[in-house]
């Protein structure tokens, strides 16, 4: 538990696509904790006249804007899965202005503890260090399949090849403090974020204690 240096306690919530960061997210803020959401951040960025766009659209053309002034998603998505070099540089674009976003986020929390949901929290590599805790929503891969296909109106293929790009189960699995299946119905969610939201009460209140000793 004794990975970053906030004086806040920390929590980083991850699972694959289809697994319910959303929903998991929303019953932890039910509870108190404060949520700062990376892809929200991102969107806000983004959005039309967002902080990131003049820096996109001179990387990549105006043509990666669309009508509104918002970043084409799906044409930019096209290109980065087709372009790793694409790829590397919308992140070098994206990754630092949301970290900013993040941690200005966090330093304005009010919450109980903060709580990074963070999708790609795995495969980027820093994360797990700068959280107390990794949070890993777990379920079968068929059916996050099924959810995304549902939700999304994606195929089969295209959900599979999004979830190529991710980290496999196994390595978010390896790299979580705790876990939360997330294979039934959302009300078998509610005891398993109840125990865990008291679990991370403790820590935090322990966290309040000792940084009250140096002051």
Not at 165 to 192: F, H, K, S, Y
């Amino acid at each position: 538990m004794e990975r970053p240096t906030a004086p806040y306690f920390s929590v980083g919530l991850t699972g694959g696509i289809g697994c319910g960061k959303s929903t998991v997210a929303d019953l932890f803020a039910a509870r108190g904790a404060t949520i700062v959401d990376t892809d929200q951040i991102a969107h806000g960025l983004t959005a039309p006249n967002g902080a990131a766009m003049p820096a996109l659209v001179a990387e990549f053309g105006a043509a990666y804007a669309d009508a509104r002034g918002a970043l084409d998603r799906p044409k930019m998505r096209e290109l980065v899965f087709s372009d790793p070099q694409a790829k590397a540089r919308l992140e070098a674009i994206l990754h630092p202005r949301i970290r900013a976003a993040t941690l200005a986020a966090a330093q304005n929390a009010t919450g109980s503890y903060v709580m990074f949901a963070v999708p790609l929290l795995v495969e980027s590599g820093g994360w797990v260090e700068r959280v107390n805790r990794v949070l890993v929503i777990d379920c079968l891969e068929a059916r996050q399949i099924e959810r995304v296909m549902t939700r999304n109106g994606l195929t089969e293929a295209q959900v599979k090849a999004i979830m190529a790009t991710q980290a496999t189960r196994a390595m978010r699995l390896a790299a979580a403090d705790d876990v939360i299946d997330n294979n039934g119905a959302v009300a078998a969610l509610e005891p398993q974020i109840a125990a865990l939201h008291e679990v991370y009460l403790a820590f935090s209140k322990r966290m309040a204690g000792m940084a009250s000793q140096h002051l």
